[in-house]
């Protein structure tokens, strides 16, 4: 089943983030975890644990969520973050 969503990744010292948008955030983090594209962002850089994510009803709304996040700082992204995930714990086993 699609259903958009923005997220941010990091890797285990949580100190390298990456944000995308996507309509299968189960199936797309299984690929961030295997790194299946191997000279990607999140592959070089071990971005493989989920730390924030939001559903939105259209994708169109999913990018440009993610584009409000790409054009901010780095300290918003944290206060998001610890907002919705203070422990910084990998939120991929709760999804779907």
């Not at 089943?1 to 890797?11: A, F, R, S, V």
């Not at 949580?14 to 944000?19: G, I, S, W």
């Amino acid at each position: 089943m699609k259903n958009p969503c923005t997220y941010i990744t990091t890797n285990t010292h949580n100190k390298v983030l990456y944000t995308g948008v996507t309509s299968e955030l189960k199936n797309r983090m299984d690929k961030h975890k295997t790194k299946r594209y191997k000279n990607s962002f999140t592959a070089r850089y071990n971005c493989d644990k989920l730390v924030f994510y939001r559903h939105f009803p259209s994708m169109a709304e999913a990018i440009a969520y993610e584009k409000k996040l790409k054009a901010g700082s780095r300290a918003k992204k944290i206060a998001l973050i610890e907002l919705m995930n203070p422990e910084w714990k990998d939120l991929y086993d709760e999804l779907e």
